[in-house]
Structures are given as structure tokens and as C-alpha cells.
């Protein structure tokens, strides 16, 4: 039985996750939607750049990203110094730099399913919502978000996932301290590190498996709930 | 501060957590240890991280982060030494460190090691295999792991026949035996050097110092590693 | 008042559209592809034309010359799309209300009066999805009623609708036009819909329009095969109310000429101004008035012209007083009556036959 | 032939349709949300009913008792849908000639000849995207005739086209059903099309069949107020092509009972069998027989009911012989006329009112 | 000019984690479109299950399903036994070893977009195609993927780049072996952990952006074209 209870420090490192990866969710998913849409709707200079420039966290080894971000926003980088000034905001090696870190590795992952949802809207619905005198972002917030949904809750179970499992970029960013940027991912590898540490390893190892599968199953949930929503089945 | 932290190389996760509960339960302050690649850290305290004490698995890595004051010069100290082994999976027979005798016991296999290039343990791997002179031999049919541990557990799981690790590595392993040690002078010598960092917190010269206490030898002793004279 | 004279391209095609419309509605109609929806898309602001001018009302709605632009948003349009375009999300009373709740419209119809007349309260909590054909542009149709609109544009609104929902449509449409003042700009094919219920008919061909005015005089002066693709000719005759007889629910309609025409079943009152759409075809020719017959309207007329048409028919164009009436007969007919200019024959129009469109006083200004 | 006789339901509409219908066209009736488009989804195989049997020209496509399902695909259904579901991405002529490079149909109509008929040649290279309303519907049907069906299912087809295109494409139905014996299911609002197109009616009305058979015996039967939705009523006058007359281009059609009509422009050969659909509101009623009139029908015959209808009308009911017409008169002139049963009055029908509707040899088989 | 000349070892690295990503993609591909029609148009038992599998390797740390890549597919694991007896098929440190870690880790992010592309698809459209006798595999074919087009090339976008990046699950799996399966990613790691590294690493890094940028351009590109095809614009 005590097999199934959580250690101190399990708790601890499955809470911070999930703190992480809530708010990494939460601050990049206003932006991804702004982003997605931008991306496909408007067209701009710059845009394959900042396309580009969306995805590199993905095609860099996280490890590069962590350091990118370390000589950005660390104590000693210009945005971290700015932040820490002006707004007394600091990612040092503290939990929200894990959740910069998480953000931006799934940055990308929120942002294409997005994107892609809003170029399968028919720009016609919009149309007649305007026609109805609906402003732009009242249309954008009643007619063409929720009709993207679909894709947005998509590109969230992606990056909530990808949250969850961000390791390289995180060890590297904010280092893996316990009680503050010590994920479930970060115990794991820190369980490896422990000749003694394989019960340890394969105990976390349920535990992200159990997180993740609960997360899928409530996105499955919410998407059907959608799905009905926009008509595929009446009430 | 009631509060030390240590940036520590992954190979030392075991002993300095012992040592850390040991140093709480004599002291009342607790350690808390950040534990990764000893690349990894001495960047991050280059960085300014908000580490009192910095533990690298080389002397490379304490070097640069000297070179970039990240650290107290006055400070560093080793507090630990480590040997090179060659290991099999259990009940293996003991092996000579010759060139026929690798390639006969490797067969199409591979021999793992800590990656030559970016771990330390394979630094002093490659540094062994050279001046034994077998690395022409065996340097095509390396296995280079992203740490020492990938490295042990693939011998230990006998995905690779053979695998270069330190011995405190093979001391906690069960699955493997150690096959032959490297000797001493054919690598530089493997050394943990701990020091403050130019940031550290009052006290925390405490934890260094009681790192070469005689607790902390015997935990380190328990845990395979060579404690510094 | 619709004022329009743009110039403007959809992909390929070319558009040319010039007409002006007094208050009232007026009918686009043109064949398949000729550029309707295309026109009323860039009255409605979704398809910037290259130049030209665009005023409801007298307020200018697009200038290319003054650089003004009103957006789609401040244009207050109704339009009841093609295609419907419901929001498959919204419930379909969400759908109706959602220029009240989305774009801040004043409500001035009511939603129960609107769901009402079109069938669909027992719809309301349903999405659009698995609405029927008919059910989904009735749904359209009460979106843009209810969008406090200072324009309504119908393209083909009930082309999918069935003869009982569009009877009790049409005339709403006309009560509102009348109640209201609302233009509407109305797309359609059925002849009969236009001229029971336009002012002013505009005819497009190929992106131009061909023709615009007033519905009597486009009727009249088109070739029928060709400019209306093969509808049926029709006259209309104004008049005024001049009795009702409440016993048998006729009313007589007297011409500015002196001749009357009993129409029954026609809600005017007394002084109204009445237009009477009299179908070539439902007019009969006799040389002498004949009596004892079920036909009740038997009018004096001069025969003006002879117009041979397609196949075995003949237009015979006759004059009552100023106003003018065909008749499309056999030639067969023609010949056996003797038929020529200047001959003084017997219109016989069933009353049954007769298309109703109230006037109101509204157009008489114009 | 097409049979029948299906019980199921489309969410929270429930379906019962019964009819059998021989060769021939046969439409199915009935206002907007009756249930027309889900009993074609049904026998299309898009929905599966909960029991019952359908079958066309013999082969069962459905039989629950028997456990027989064809799959949609072997259906061999041409469906021209309500919504026309042209595939996006594919051109025109992809999705014209869908059938036969994706469904290995066999071409049975040249591309050429149906693209033609359709008018949309200049189309063939567009993306159906931006078509107008009415081009996507003509592709529809190119689509569906081309896919060599053996029953082809039209849900609306020609609500969005103009008079012209329609003036074309329905011959053209009567020719391909009289020439290949195609059974064709047409759904539509307009009875005009109806009457002129089919043989066999079928009218729903909340999902069920209210009525089915011969289109003349089921309009007969009809109160037109409420089963067609206030359509108006019609009968349906047989005989046979007994004369042509060449010069005038007028045809004489011998009824059953001996009384002929004359009706311009038919292209029917001598002994053709012929079916005419003559609306109530265009008969006249007279008491004695006139002369000097263009009206060129002049029949005698015998009251046999007076109807009163809603408003100011009254239906004379008719018999020539045993064929039934129907006038609609006001009540003013019946009372003027002084009608009563047993009566013998002239009915007037001018020629060029009446609606031609071919009969071919296989509906005289019945 | 030196500085824009790649090295021999730059090279053979650029050119190796082509090929890893390359064939990553083009296996997992079909595999992907498969599982994705799947999850979107098929109910059946251990649906969720399937699910949540497919995402397990973006939730856990890389190591760990590096690890168990080397438990199930290394020499020593029953599937690498099976394959290599069978087959004489060797994942264990070679290439395709890269290019199976490479497939596992992006294929979530392959089949989320796929599968919401199917999800958008009108049914409808596909009732049309079989009514017209089109068998299921040709509407498939010729209605149902083409529509789904755009989010299927999202989706490999997205696992290219992964593909390109991925770097913890890789060097556990096949280690970092020079020539063999140090891609770009390993190799760049490998630079930031050797203290004289700098430079190299920025040079990888700027390799990795550029082939980046190469492939994102190309698929905007070809995301267009695709647009385009449909018919938001006629030819
Ligand atoms: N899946 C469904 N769920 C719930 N209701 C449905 C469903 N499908 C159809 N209905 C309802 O069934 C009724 C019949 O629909 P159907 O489309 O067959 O009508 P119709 O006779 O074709 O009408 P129209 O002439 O307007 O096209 C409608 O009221 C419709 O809303
Ligand atoms: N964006 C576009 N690109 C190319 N051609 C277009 C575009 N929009 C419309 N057209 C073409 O312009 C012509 C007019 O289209 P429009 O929709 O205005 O016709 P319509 O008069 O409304 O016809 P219908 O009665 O069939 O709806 C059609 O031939 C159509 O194919
Ligand atoms: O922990 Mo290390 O940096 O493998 O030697
Ligand atoms: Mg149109
Ligand atoms: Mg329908």
C-alpha cells in the first residue's frame, strides 16, 4: 500500500510541475493565440521570420535553449537584468524561470495547431458577423475563437505535455534546485543519477505517466464537449 | 542563512545527499543540492546562479569557472578522488587491458563510455585507452553515453559487452563487476574539487569544511569514491 | 433611396453596376452568374469596388472619389446570404439575437414577432447544423430582421422555402418596407416574386447592368425571351381604391383613366394606391363584351400593336387610355378574331388571376 | 420503380415513408422541414433506417427483414444534394467526372453533352469556391448525371436557378427519363415543376407520407390549403394527340370523353398520349357559349360541387365526362352566374395557359 | 570567408541529422496519418489509451524514453533480439537507432495536427464521394487527405524540426558517436560541455537556425500552394 502513497518530495516536484506547466500554459497561451492568428490571417514582412524564429526551440537541443535563455534572462542578461529592475521580476533559478523555460520549448507546439485552426475558419463566418455589426474583437472572441477551440485546446495538450516534460532546457536554465525548479522530469533524471535511485526513477516514472494520462483524458473530455458544441450532434 | 546550496556533479548525487542529511543533523541547516553536469553548473555560476558552494567533477570545469571569477580561488579544494575502471555484466571473467583481449571480449558489441568529448569520465577514459595504447583499437567501436550512468546501465542491462566507469560507479552497481582498473598514472588524475562561490552566503565555508571532515570521508568512502588526502 | 454606380472585379469577372432606387424594394435579377451576389456583396462592403459611389439613403456609404469607406461593420446591412452562413456554434436563437448581443443593434422588432412569422420557435435551442434546407434560411432571414438594419439585401432568401412560407413572408416583407420605409435590395429569379413585391427592378447581364427603373417601365420595354431568360411578360396598372365591397371582399380599383378592375381579397383601404401586375397570358381578347361569365373584369381597350412572338404566339399590345396592357394570345386566335391596330376590343382579366402589390404612399412622392 | 417503405429517425425526427412509384419521375412534396431531405438520405444509405425495405427497379437496397444493407457506394445513386458538396479542391471537371476516375463508374453521358446542357463550359478549369449560387448547383447535377446512376435523387436542384436554365435542364430530366427509363426522385417547393415533370407524387408532411401515387389522382384528392401548403390546385386532363395543325403550330388533344383541347407548341407526335395540368384560377366560367373571343377552349360541362374557399373565392367543381376541372371563381360571380349543382356551364381555358406535360409510353403500361 | 565554410565534421553532422529527420518523418509519416484518421473518425476500446500513449513521449524527460528505447529496441531488448534475428535490423547505435528516437519523440507532435485536420472535415463531403461509388480507400485518397493536407504538412513541420532538435532521447539511445549518430543536435551539445566550446556551438547554432529557416520557408511555401489548390484563390 505504501507503494501507492507519494514521498514528500514526490509531492513536491509533481506540485511544482504542475505549477510550471500551468503557467507556462497560461502566460504562452494568449500569446500563441495572438501569434496563430497573426500567422494565418494577416500577411506582414517578417512573417516567415517570426515563424522561423517560433519553431527554433524545437530544432535547437533544449540544452542550447536553456543557455540562450540563460544568457538572456539570467541574473546577468539583459532581460533578466531589465525585468529584475524595472518590474523586481526575476527567472533566476527559481520556478518561473522553469516556467519560461517550459513556455517557450512548447511555444511552438501551441502555436501550429492554432495557427492551423484559424486557416480552416471560413473568413465568410466572419463576414456576416461583422455584417451583424459585431467590432472586430467581438467577432474575433465570439464567431472566430470559439469556432477554433478545436485547434487551440489541440496545441494546449501538446504544450501542457510538452510542460510536464521539459527537462534540458529547464537543467539548463534555472539548474535543479529542489523545492524550486526541481520538476517531476528533473527528479527523474536526478533518480537516475542514483545507483539506488531505480525504485525512485520508476515510481516518478507512473507518476508523470498517471499526470499525463489524466491531462489527455480531460482534453479528450473537453474536445467532445466541443465538438457537440459546434453541432456535430444536436443538445 | 540556515541554508547551503550546492551545485554538484551528478556523479556525487548520492554521497553528498548522504553527507547533506549528516551535515543537517549535526548542524540544523540544511544543504540542498542541485545536482547536473558539471557543464552545466559551472555556466550557471558563471551565471550568477544563487549557489553558495560549486562541486565539479574535473579540475577543467573549476578551472573556468576561476578563470571567469565566478568562484574563490582561495577556496578550491578536492575533496574527493575517483579511479577508472573497466567493467562487465556480473560474473564476467577478469580481463587483461590488452588489445586482443578488449576486441575478443567486445565481439560486435560495443564498449560504452561517458561521451570523450563533453563528460569528464570519458575524458579520462580516453586518456586511459590512449596511453594504455589501445584506443586506436577500441576507438571505432566506442558507445559514447550522455553520462556515466547510460554507461553503467547499459553494461549492467548487457546492451554493451564492456564500459568504462569510475569505480565508485561499479561499487554501488550490483549488476556489474569490475574486469580491471585503469592505472592510476595513465589518466589525469580524477579529482572533485569543491569551492565557494564570489556570491556565497555566510556559513556555507562550513559545509565546505565539513566536506573534509571525517563523516563526510566515510560516506564518501560508502559510496566508492577515494575521499582527498 | 439605393444609389449605385461602382466599378469593381471579383477574381476574374468585371462588374459595372449603375442604378438608382427610390425608397421601396428593388429586385436584382439577372441569370445564374451574371454578378448579382457579387453586387450586393459590395453594397454590403465585403468586396471593395476599384471606383464608383455607394449611398443608402443619402448617406454615402462608399466614394471612391472623397475616400470614403464606412466599414462593413457601420454599414447596417441586413443581408440574408446565398449560402446561409449560420454560426454552426450558436444556438439558433443565438444566431437570431446576435446583432443585438454581438454587435450592440438596437432591438427594434421584436424576437417573438420574427420567430413567429418565419415557423422556427420550436428550433430555437437547436445548432444549425442539422437544420433542413428551409429551416437554415429561415433562420437567415430573422438574423438580418433582427439586425436593425437601414438596408436589408435578400439574395435568393426563398428559393429553398415552400409556397404556404413564402406567402407568409412576402407580405411581411412588404409590411415592413412599408411600415418601416426599410429599403430592400432582393435577389431573385421568380419573376412573380419581383414584380409582386419590387419598385424598382434592376436587370444585370454579364456584370452591367442592362437595365434599371422603375418595374412597369423595365417590364415594359424589355424583350422578354431574352433580357428576362424566357419569363413571362407582364403590365402593371396603378390605381386608386375607390370602393370596397365588404359582402363578396372585392375591392375596385379605379385606373387614372376612369376604368375600373375588381380585385378581391385585397387589404387596401379606400384612397390607397394600388399596382396591379396583369400577366400577358391571363389576358383574354373578345370583339364583343361578353355577358354571363365568371370573369368579372371586362375592360374597353384599343388595340395598339401586334407583336409576333416565339412559336405559335402573338403579344397583342392594347391601350386603356394611357396605361398600357398585353395580351398574349394564339396567332391562330389572332387571325380568327381579325386582330389590327387601332381596333377597339374586350380585355377580359379574371380577378383571381391578379398579382397584389400594395403601394404605399411612400412611392407616390417619388 | 422505386419501393418504399421505411420507418427511422434523424436525431429527434422521426421518419415513416411509404410510396411505390413506377418508372418515371416522381417528387417528393411537402413543406420546408417535412422530411424530404432525410427520406433521400435514406434511401441514398447516408442514414440507415431502423426498419423497413427500399428497393429500385426490382434490386432491394435495404431489407431489415432480410438483413440486406448495400453500401452507399454500390447504391449507384446519383445524388444531387441539397447543399451542393462540391469537393473543394478539385476543379470543375475533376468533380464532374468524380464518378468515373474515382468511382470506376462507367460513362454512360458524354462529359461534353451534359457540360452543355449545363452551361458551364467556361467553368471547368475554377475551383468551385468562388462559384456563384447558382453555378454550383448546375455542377451538382452534372456530377450526378455523369455518375451513371440507376435512380437519380434531386434534392431541390433548381431552386437557385433562373427561369431560362430551367426552361432547359427539365426537358432535358424528361428526355433522359423517357429515353433511358432512369427513375428520378425530385424533391422540390414548386409545383409548377412538379406537376410538369413527374408521374407519381408523393407528399410528406411531419415526416410521414400523406399521400402517394399518380400525380393526377393525388392532386385530386388534395385539400390544396393545407397539404401543398397553399398551392393551388390543378387537375390533370388525359388524352391523345388526335391533329396538328401545322400553320398555327396548335395540337389537338383528344380527351377520353370526346371534348377536345387545343394547346399551342407541343412537340408530341399523332396518337401520343398527353397529360395537361390546367390550374383552377385559369378556368372561366360562362353561361352560355361566347364567340368572338380568343380564349380558343371553350368546354361544356356539368357543376358537380361548389367549394368555397378561404377569402372571397369558391371552387367549381367540374366534370367533363369523368374527368374532374377545377374553376376558381369569386363568390361575387357564382353568385352573379347563379351556379348551382348539376348545372351545365362552358368552361373557358385559354390555350396558351396550359402546362405541357408528356406522357411516354411507360406510364400508359401502369 | 573561412568562418562561412563548414568543416568536414560540421558537414558530415548537417548531412547525418538530414537523414535521421528525413527518415524519421517519412517512416512515422504514413504511421501518423494512419493513427490520426484513426483517433479522429474511429470510437473503440482504448482510444484514450492510445492517446495518451503516443503523447507519453512528450511528457516524460527524453532519457527516460531513451532509456526505454534501449530496453525495448537495444541489443539486449526483446524487440532489438526480435528485429535483428528476423530482419537483421539494428537500431543500436547506428543511425537509424537516431532515426527511430527521432520518429518516437516527434510523433505526437506529427499526429495531433493530423488528426485535428481530420476532425475538420466535413463527413459530408466524404458521403458525397462514396455515394459517387468511390470505394473507401480512393475517397480516402482523393477527398479525405487531400482536404486534410495542410495540417498533415503542419504536423511535419512541426515533427521535422523536432526531428532536427531532438537531443536527449538520441544520445541515450544511440549515444553520440561521431559519423554515426552525433547529429547537429548531439554535436552542438557536445560543444557547450567543453569549456573551449564556444564558437563552435555558435557556428551549430547557426547551421541549425539556417537549415531551420530552410525548411519552415519551404513548407510556407508549399502551405500556400495547398491554400491556394483549394481555392482560396482560382489558379
Ligand atoms: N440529425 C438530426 N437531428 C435532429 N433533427 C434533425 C436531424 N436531421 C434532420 N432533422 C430535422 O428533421 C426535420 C426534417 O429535415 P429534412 O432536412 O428532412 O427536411 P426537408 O423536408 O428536407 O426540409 P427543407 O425543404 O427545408 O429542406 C427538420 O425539422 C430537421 O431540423
Ligand atoms: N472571387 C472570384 N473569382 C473569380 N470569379 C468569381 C469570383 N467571384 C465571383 N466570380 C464569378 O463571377 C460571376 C458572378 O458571380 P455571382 O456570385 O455574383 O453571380 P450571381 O449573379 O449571384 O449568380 P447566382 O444566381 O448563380 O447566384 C460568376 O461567374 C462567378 O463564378
Ligand atoms: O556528473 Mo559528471 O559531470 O558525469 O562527471
Ligand atoms: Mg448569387
Ligand atoms: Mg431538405
Redesign the pocket.
Known amino acids: 500500500m505504501a507503494f501507492f502513497e507519494l514521498h514528500p518530495q514526490e509531492w513536491e516536484a509533481l506540485s511544482l510541475s504542475l505549477k510550471v506547466a500551468a503557467t507556462a500554459l497560461a502566460v504562452s497561451l494568449p500569446l500563441a493565440v495572438l501569434t496563430g492568428y497573426g500567422l494565418a490571417r494577416w500577411r506582414f514582412p517578417g512573417h516567415g521570420l517570426l515563424n522561423a524564429l517560433i519553431h527554433m526551440p524545437l530544432v535547437m537541443p533544449p540544452v542550447v535553449t536553456g543557455f540562450v535563455l540563460l544568457l538572456v534572462f539570467g541574473p546577468a542578461g539583459p532581460a533578466g537584468q531589465f525585468l529584475s529592475k524595472t518590474f523586481g521580476l526575476s527567472f533566476a533559478f527559481n520556478w518561473m524561470g522553469a516556467a519560461l523555460a517550459a513556455g517557450v520549448m512548447a511555444f511552438p507546439l501551441l502555436v501550429r495547431p492554432i495557427r492551423l485552426a484559424f486557416e480552416a475558419i471560413d473568413p465568410k463566418l466572419e463576414e456576416a458577423a461583422t455584417s451583424l455589426g459585431a467590432p472586430r474583437l467581438i467577432t474575433f472572441a465570439v464567431v472566430t475563437f470559439p469556432l477554433a477551440l478545436p485547434g487551440v485546446l489541440g496545441g494546449a495538450v501538446l504544450a501542457f505535455a510538452k510542460a510536464m516534460g521539459e527537462f534540458g532546457a529547464t537543467i539548463t536554465f534555472v539548474s535543479n534546485i529542489p523545492g524550486e525548479t526541481r520538476t517531476l522530469a528533473l527528479a527523474l533524471y536526478t533518480a537516475t543519477q542514483t545507483p539506488s535511485g531505480d525504485v525512485m526513477a520508476f515510481r516518478l516514472t507512473i507518476i508523470s505517466a498517471a499526470v499525463a494520462l489524466g491531462a489527455l483524458l480531460l482534453s479528450e473530455l473537453l474536445a467532445r464537449h466541443l465538438r457537440r458544441r459546434i453541432g456535430a450532434a444536436d443538445d | 542563512a540556515d541554508k547551503v546550496t550546492v551545485f554538484a556533479a551528478a556523479s556525487l548525487t548520492d554521497a553528498l545527499s548522504a553527507i547533506g542529511k549528516d551535515f543537517q543533523a549535526e548542524t540544523g541547516k540544511e544543504a540542498v543540492f542541485s545536482f547536473a553536469g558539471s557543464g552545466t553548473l559551472a555556466r550557471q555560476v558563471e551565471a550568477k546562479a544563487p549557489a553558495d558552494l560549486f562541486i565539479s567533477a574535473d579540475e577543467a570545469w573549476m578551472a573556468y569557472t576561476v578563470e571567469k571569477e565566478a568562484v574563490d580561488p582561495a577556496t578550491v579544494r578536492v575533496i574527493a578522488e575517483n579511479e577508472l575502471v573497466l567493467v562487465g555484466p556480473k560474473g564476467a571473467e577478469k580481463l587483461e587491458l590488452t588489445a586482443e583481449a578488449i576486441t575478443g571480449r567486445l565481439g560486435d558489441g560495443r564498449l560504452a563510455i561517458a561521451d570523450p568529448e563533453t563528460v569528464p569520465a570519458g575524458r579520462y577514459g580516453k586518456q586511459s585507452l590512449e596511453s594504455t595504447g589501445l584506443w586506436d583499437t577500441v576507438s571505432g567501436k566506442l558507445a559514447p553515453m550522455e553520462n556515466v550512468r547510460v554507461a553503467l546501465a547499459s553494461v549492467a542491462r548487457g546492451d554493451t559487452p564492456l564500459g568504462i566507469v569510475y569505480s565508485s560507479d561499479a561499487f554501488v552497481e550490483a549488476d556489474v563487476d569490475v574486469l580491471a582498473v585503469f592505472p592510476r598514472e595513465s589518466h589525469t588524475p580524477i579529482r572533485y574539487p569543491a569551492a565557494l562561490t564570489v556570491g556565497a552566503s555566510e556559513g556555507s565555508a562550513a559545509f565546505l569544511e565539513y566536506l573534509s571532515g571525517n563523516a563526510a570521508r566515510k560516506r564518501l568512502e560508502e559510496a566508492g569514491f577515494t575521499p582527498a588526502n | 433611396m439605393i444609389e449605385v454606380d461602382i466599378k469593381g472585379r471579383?477574381?476574374?469577372?468585371a462588374v459595372h453596376a449603375q442604378f438608382t432606387a427610390p425608397q421601396g424594394v428593388t429586385s436584382l435579377f439577372?441569370p445564374?452568374?451574371?454578378?448579382?451576389?457579387?453586387v450586393t456583396r459590395m453594397i454590403a462592403g465585403l468586396l471593395k469596388p476599384e471606383e464608383g459611389r455607394i449611398a443608402v439613403n443619402g448617406e454615402v456609404l462608399f466614394d471612391s472619389a472623397r475616400g470614403i469607406d464606412v466599414s462593413v461593420q457601420n454599414r447596417r446591412i441586413g443581408h440574408v446570404f446565398?449560402d446561409s452562413r449560420l454560426f454552426p456554434h450558436l444556438s439558433v436563437k443565438s444566431n437570431l439575437t446576435f446583432a443585438r448581443w454581438a454587435g450592440r443593434r438596437s432591438a427594434d422588432r421584436s424576437l417573438t414577432e420574427v420567430v413567429e412569422l418565419l415557423g422556427i420557435g420550436h428550433l430555437l435551442n437547436r445548432k444549425p447544423g442539422k437544420l433542413s434546407g428551409g429551416e437554415r434560411q429561415r433562420v437567415a432571414i430573422g438574423r438580418a430582421l433582427l439586425s436593425s438594419p437601414r438596408l436589408l439585401i435578400m439574395d435568393e432568401p426563398l428559393a429553398s422555402l415552400d409556397q404556404a412560407r413564402k406567402a407568409d413572408i412576402l407580405p411581411y416583407l412588404d409590411r415592413l418596407r412599408s411600415e418601416t420605409g426599410l429599403p430592400i435590395l432582393y435577389v431573385s429569379h421568380a419573376m412573380e416574386e419581383v414584380a409582386r413585391l419590387s419598385q424598382t427592378l434592376v436587370i444585370?447581364s454579364g456584370g452591367k447592368t442592362v437595365a434599371s427603373g422603375p418595374v412597369s417601365e423595365v417590364l415594359a420595354s424589355l424583350d422578354p425571351g431574352t433580357d428576362l431568360g424566357g419569363e413571362e411578360t407582364a403590365a402593371l396598372l396603378e390605381g386608386v381604391v375607390a370602393h370596397r365591397d365588404e359582402q363578396w371582399d372585392l375591392v375596385d380599383v379605379a385606373l387614372d383613366e376612369g376604368a375600373v378592375i375588381q380585385v378581391p381579397g385585397l387589404p387596401a383601404s379606400l384612397g390607397d394606391r394600388i399596382r396591379l401586375r396583369i400577366p400577358a397570358r391571363d389576358v383574354s381578347i373578345s370583339l364583343t363584351r361578353p355577358s354571363g361569365i365568371s370573369v368579372r373584369n371586362i375592360l374597353k381597350a384599343k388595340v395598339e400593336a401586334l407583336r409576333p412572338l416565339d412559336g405559335p404566339y402573338v403579344e397583342v399590345v392594347c391601350k386603356i387610355g394611357t396605361q398600357t396592357l398585353r395580351s398574349r394570345i394564339t396567332r391562330a386566335s389572332s387571325a380568327d378574331l381579325g386582330l389590327a391596330p387601332g381596333q377597339c376590343v374586350f380585355l377580359l382579366i379574371k380577378s383571381v388571376t391578379i398579382d397584389q402589390g400594395r403601394v404605399g404612399p411612400a412611392f407616390r412622392e417619388i
Chains 1, 5 share one sequence.
Open positions: 471579383a477574381g476574374q469577372f439577372g445564374s452568374g451574371a454578378g448579382k451576389s457579387t446565398q444585370l
